[in-house]
């Protein structure tokens, strides 16, 4: 009777060994499952992270562009004053008589300012460092005429 109550036990023990063998395997499963998700973790947070830094750069060239546009504007800005005040000057010769002494005056004044508006503008036609009526500043050694 004790063999078979031994063999029994045995019998019970081989069983459980089945089952517990048969946990181990669906917890190997599960482990590997947990180690692909973890590498695709791993490469979505890679991609993450190249998109996170090209839209840091983009933003970069972005805030680029944008500063240049203000400096753009800002320049245009000054030039259309100074257009606006050739303009206004000329509006002022139109209405005087070309033997006016205020003409020439006026006249003057208008060369300056076309010159100033030329400078800004990178433009300056007609005068070369070379000759003696340029000042350092680039306009003309025009006076009023008094």
Avoid: A, C, W
């Amino acid at each position: 009777m004790e063999k078979t109550d031994k063999y029994d036990v045995l019998l019970k023990m081989m069983g459980n060994l089945r089952e517990d063998m048969k946990d181990i395997k669906e917890g190997q499963k599960q482990i590997n499952e947990l180690f692909n998700l973890i590498k695709i973790l791993k490469d979505e947070n890679q991609e993450l992270r190249t998109s996170m830094s090209k839209l840091e750069k983009r933003m970069q060239r972005d805030e680029i562009e944008r500063k240049n546009d203000e400096r753009y504007e800002i320049v245009q800005r000054k030039m259309s004053h100074q257009e606006q005040s050739v303009r206004k000057n000329n509006i002022i010769i139109k209405g005087l008589d070309k033997n006016d002494e205020r003409y020439e005056i006026v006249q003057r004044k208008m060369s300056h300012q076309e010159q100033s508006v030329r400078k800004n503008n990178i433009i300056i036609k007609g005068l070369e460092t070379s000759d003696t009526t340029v000042t350092q500043d680039g306009s003309s050694g025009y006076g009023l005429v008094s």
